[in-house]
């Protein structure tokens, strides 16, 4: 039997870097800038290199000068979920996330009950801007708390 030469994982980019890389894929596309805003503000996906290394795609614009972008592949994060290690409230925000962008189906009554009350106003963010492409905020507040502009 051969030994199989595993590969380390490249080192990871300065935080930050994955957001304003998908940033840059989902540019003008309004579900898949609101799913990215929601992974971005969330904070914890972007962050675990179990799931950038597996489930996002970088890639370089053209031309080269415009820099480089990276795409959430939506499918292989759902179907990687259940060995992904995260918390109920985690995996069910990026089930609400693919499921803006990339339509997967997501049951909203196993999702929402897991969620705290920033992350869950994050979501509702995440659908106005999918829908308008602003964030809505005055939706989710009914005008009593400040607005807020996405992170993109």
């Given at each position: 039997?051969?030994?199989?030469?595993?590969?380390?994982?490249?080192?990871?980019?300065?935080?930050?870097t994955?957001?304003?890389?998908l940033?840059?894929?989902?540019?003008?596309?309004?579900?898949?800038t609101?799913?990215?805003?929601l992974?971005?503000?969330?904070?914890?996906?972007l962050?675990q290199?179990?799931?950038?290394?597996r489930?996002?795609?970088?890639y370089?614009?053209?031309p080269?000068?415009?820099?480089?972008a990276?795409a959430?592949?939506?499918?292989?994060?759902i179907?990687t979920l259940?060995r992904?290690?995260a918390?109920t409230?985690?995996?069910?925000?990026l089930?609400?996330?693919?499921?803006?962008?990339?339509?997967?189906?997501?049951?909203?009554?196993?999702?929402?009950?897991?969620?705290?009350?920033?992350?869950?106003?994050?979501?509702?963010?995440?659908?106005?801007?999918a829908?308008?492409?602003?964030?809505?905020?005055?939706?989710?507040?009914?005008?009593?708390?400040?607005?807020?502009?996405?992170?993109?």
């Amino acid at each position: 039997m051969t030994a199989r030469r595993v590969n380390p994982p490249p080192p990871a980019p300065p935080a930050g870097t994955y957001a304003q890389w998908l940033a840059a894929g989902a540019a003008g596309i309004l579900a898949e800038t609101a799913a990215v805003n929601l992974l971005a503000e969330h904070g914890t996906w972007l962050t675990q290199p179990a799931f950038t290394s597996r489930c996002i795609d970088v890639y370089g614009l053209i031309p080269a000068a415009a820099g480089t972008a990276a795409a959430v592949r939506w499918r292989a994060a759902i179907t990687t979920l259940p060995r992904q290690p995260a918390s109920t409230s985690e995996k069910a925000v990026l089930k609400i996330a693919a499921s803006i962008a990339a339509g997967t189906p997501v049951s909203l009554s196993d999702c929402l009950g897991s969620l705290d009350t920033a992350t869950l106003h994050a979501v509702l963010r995440a659908i106005a801007h999918a829908n308008s492409g602003y964030a809505g905020e005055e939706l989710i507040c009914n005008g009593t708390c400040p607005p807020q502009d996405p992170p993109f």
